[in-house]
């Protein structure tokens, strides 16, 4: 056998799950010099996009606004590695940041902790929502892969 370098893709019915159970997500955007700016952001998988809130005034949001073309990697963070590499068009939106940031972090935290830090960042700065509109999926299974068994 030849190892291409790809491990074997996950299923139709292996991606939703991972999408709404994978705790981190890392965000790449273009930067004004043609560089890929990429960050670990806390996200939310709903209605088949990806949530991700963020300072208005942070990098992204700049990027996107000058380039909405994205990369969205979700994967686990445990052996065999298995993710998803989502290819899409972030969209920013600016209402209901209160609730929609709260859905996002009590993911990984008590809505009532979720709520508080919320409430905390945006007496600091204000907040934007990206929603990334999922264009194609590329994923990977190394549980799959005959070369790590």
Known sequence: MVYTGQSPPLTKEEIEPLLKEARIARFCSHNKDGTIHAVPMNYKYENKQIIIPTPAASCKVGNVKRNPNVTVLIDVEKQP???????????????????????????????????????????????????????????FDAAKDKAFQ
């Open 81 to 139: 590695v298995k993710g998803v590499i989502i290819y899409g068009k972030a969209q920013l939106e600016y209402d209901d940041i209160l609730t929609s940031s709260i859905s996002v972090y009590e993911k990984t935290m008590p809505r009532d902790q979720a709520e508080r830090l919320v409430r905390g960042l945006l007496k600091l700065t204000k907040m934007v929502t990206i929603r990334v509109d999922i264009e194609r999926i590329v994923s």
